[in-house]
């Protein structure tokens, strides 16, 4: 044999060995992507701080937060800085657990639900 045509062969084999290899990785990964999204260790106490801050606790209260930092920045009158960007701050937050917490009653369920 010639040595060109050896060259060529071995290149064939490299890049068949090179696929093989690729095949076996991308096979791989998709069998302990299915094992690791099961039992993450942080799972269960993020959803219960999500639970707490949509539970119906958690929507009286924002409910509450809302009136009082709403009506302190009406007839607050002369607040100072911090006051005036405390009581936004407040709102703000209050405003974001009352939306998802008002979402979750009338669409009963998630936004992320497909």
Do not use: K, Y
Not at 86 to 106: H, K, P, W
């Amino acid at each position: 044999m010639n040595a060109a045509c050896l060259s060529d062969q071995n290149r064939r084999m490299s890049r068949l060995l090179l696929l093989a290899v690729a095949i076996a990785i991308a096979s791989m990964q998709t069998v302990f992507a299915g094992a690791l999204g099961a039992a993450l260790p942080w799972e269960a106490p993020l959803l219960n701080v999500a639970q707490s801050l949509t539970g119906p606790i958690a929507l009286s209260v924002s409910l509450i937060a809302l009136m009082v930092a709403g009506g302190t920045l009406v007839f607050g009158g002369e607040l100072s800085e911090f006051a005036r960007r405390a009581c936004v701050a407040v709102l703000a937050i209050a405003f974001l657990v009352f939306g998802a917490g008002f979402m979750n009653v009338l669409f009963a369920g998630g936004g992320a639900v497909i």
